[in-house]
């Protein structure tokens, strides 16, 4: 009888891509992936630990696996807090990111009993994009086309657990994309710890990238990437948007719907990080770039593209040495830029990092306080980013079941999520759309045709 392995993935895209990949190798292996953990003999857990509450949760959740099961900790935790791990989860084994095929080697030595702790080189891996991939989503690909960054963040404690950068050649990723696209898959995720700085181990760079992914012609296909440090944007800033304005938009994505067109459409989707509006506060981060580069990579996009592009950002809130000042600086970027999406983070400092041992802390009722209005200010400008788009009439691609019954999420060509009351008939499909209602985070449709 095969054994069977639960696997569940938590964090980023970048997680969520290992975990495919760890269940397809395990799958190829001889092993049977099974969607219920009271079936599985193994259990898989594919962790994140980038920010405390997080961290809480995945020891939690790893507490609770039955103790009949043996249990494997995967992912970024390890290497995070292994201390803490070890104290406070009771486990088989444990292995770093990225593990991919080599996984089946450990699942079969836990089985025999042994207790297995391999993160020797855990920051330098990257698999093979060729290897099998079991997708949660059959219609959506998340492709890595890099791990680790460039950057020294004081907060930061997922480049402990991710490395310097490691980029794919462009020959590896498009082979990966032209295998999924002839699996099916409609939409495909670029992901990585920093996207922009794609490829600069290798002589090319993320525009570069973009052009040959989206000159594929053998299939129609969405293309959506992810976020990108601003730094690291400014210096492929033109070039980018050139790419963006020449594969992307409300014109080829309809042909692409219609069938008219072949070959990739870029979301006019932009996940740009500031975490802060005040340049001490920035500086203090590590960051690399102040409030007006920041500006002025939003400014360029919609000058380019149009009000249309849809902007997500980050912001930190009760960083050490936040000062009032400070804080109402962010609250100012975030009024004047106007971003789609923020979201809003709490400060909480992590193990072994700069930010942990700085001064003065800002207490935990201020960071509170900070989070709520800040959190209050972003929904009210989404909604009112989003009350532009009522009337609106277009494709949205149904990439999502919905939380309610019979409802999917769609995305337009800026990605904006659409919801509409719908059966599964359509879901991976174009369904043309008109937007009727408004909220913070997302719009509400009705079908115009089926």
């Known amino acids: 009888m095969q054994t069977k392995i639960f696997v569940i993935s938590f964090g980023c895209a970048s997680s969520m891509a290992d975990g495919n990949m760890l269940a397809g190798c395990l799958a190829e292996a001889g092993f049977e992936i099974t969607e219920s953990i009271d079936e599985a003999q193994v259990v898989i857990v594919n962790t994140c630990a980038v920010k405390g509450p997080t961290e809480n949760r995945m020891i939690s959740f790893l507490s609770k696996i039955p103790s009949d099961k043996k249990l494997i900790v995967a992912g970024c935790l390890p290497l995070i807090n292994f201390a803490r791990l070890q104290r406070e989860v009771r486990f088989d084994g444990v292995v770093g990111p990225a593990f991919a095929e080599r996984i089946a080697d450990i699942v079969k030595r836990v089985l025999e009993g042994e207790k297995v702790i391999e993160l020797s080189n855990a920051l330098k891996t990257k698999p093979r994009l060729d290897l099998p991939c079991i997708r949660q989503n059959r219609f959506v690909d998340i492709t890595p086309i890099a791990y680790g960054c460039l950057g020294e963040c004081a907060y930061c404690c997922v480049r402990f657990a991710r490395g310097k950068l490691r980029s794919y050649s462009i020959d590896e990723i498009v082979k990966r994309i032209k295998r999924s696209l002839d699996e099916g898959v409609r939409e495909i995720w670029l992901c990585g710890q920093d996207t922009a700085i794609y490829g600069r181990d290798l002589g090319v760079n993320l525009p570069r ?12 296909f969405l293309v959506r990437i992810g976020m990108m440090r601003p730094d690291h944007t400014l210096e492929i800033l033109d070039e980018l948007i ?19 067109g072949h070959g990739g459409c870029l979301f006019w989707f932009l996940h740009l990080p500031v975490q802060s509006g005040d340049d001490d506060v920035l500086t203090k981060m590590r960051r690399e770039y102040t409030v007006s580069d920041f500006k002025q990579i939003v400014e360029a996009f919609r000058r380019r593209l149009g009000e249309s592009l849809c902007l997500a950002t980050d912001v930190i809130v009760g960083f050490p040495g936040e000062t009032e000042e400070a804080f109402e600086n962010t609250l100012r970027l975030i009024k004047e830029v106007k971003p789609d999406i923020v979201n ?21 009722k201020t960071i509170k306080e900070r989070s709520k209005i800040a959190s209050e200010v972003a929904l009210k400008i989404g909604l009112e980013r989003n009350r ?40 991976g499909r174009f369904l043309k759309i008109i937007a009727r209602k408004a909220y913070s985070t997302y719009l509400e449709a009705i079908p115009l045709s089926s």
Request: glycine fraction near 8%.
């Open 242 to 260: 050139e790419v963006y304005a020449d594969f992307g938009g409300e014109r080829r994505f309809s042909e692409i719907a219609e069938e008219e």
């Open 388 to 427: 532009n788009w009522q009337g609106w009439e277009g494709y949205v691609f149904l990439d999502k079941k919905g939380l309610k019954p019979n409802s999917q999420i769609g995305r337009n060509y800026a990605y904006k999520p659409i919801v509409i009351r719908d059966n599964d008939e359509n879901f």
């Open 209 to 220: 990238l973009l052009r040959e992914i989206c000159s594929l012609d053998s299939h129609s």
């Open 344 to 364: 809003v983070s709490k400060f909480f400092a992590r193990p072994g990092t700069e930010a942990e041992k700085m001064e003065p802390k800002i207490d935990n």
